[in-house]
């Protein structure tokens, strides 16, 4: 069952923007099979079993789903036992993926099958929830996307604060002209392989809460 089955209204914009995600989707994942099967097998050489990133992260209406990535990070270990910071166990082959953007391969099957959308607020962690404010939370009225309006507005070198001001005008703008234009967007970000991480961080703070960002992993 897709995002397009629990909105409240079916709209024919709606319909065009799930056509498209199945479309390229699709597409993306018989064309670009070969490029994820070797990044896939790199990251097994180097980082080991298993190569891929899965974690809960919040969907329409803040619905819970499974994001898959390929893992960016080691799993190297302190004395303590505890992982690492997230800038120590970031691999050279880690930061490649992330600034051509190809972790984010596996998220295509996440839009084929209905739980993503080509274009929409980025799915973050399930503990932000409770910490946004009314205004930050009509972000999850439209599906999370791998590419959105703020990824190509500032991606991770913007703030908090400002990154949900543009998932919300995204929500109350949304059309498949525009999406059509986020995407060719985000064509030449990933090309210039801009704002990637939050300067001194390996990609964001931790949302606390508007104005009580605190670093770590995101």
Known sequence: MSWLDHMPKRTLGLRAKRALDVVVSATGLTLLGPVCLGATGLVWWKHGWPPFFRQ??????????ELVKLRT????RGPDGALLPDAERLTPLGQFLRSSSLDELPEL???LIGEMSLVGP???LMQYLERYDARQARRHEMP???TGW???NGRNAIGWDEKFELDVW??????LWLDARILIMTASTVLLRTGISAEGDATMPVFMG??????GQA
Do not use: K
């Open 56 to 65: 809960t992260r919040p969907g329409l209406d803040g619905a819970p789903f």
């Open 144 to 146: 999370p996307g791998i």
């Open 109 to 111: 099957w996440n839009v």
């Open 73 to 76: 990070m080691s799993n190297e």
């Open 210 to 215: 508007s104005q009580r960002e605190e670093r």
């Open 122 to 124: 980025r799915p973050l």
């Open 150 to 152: 703020a990824q190509v």
């Open 170 to 175: 995204y929500v109350d703008h949304q059309s």
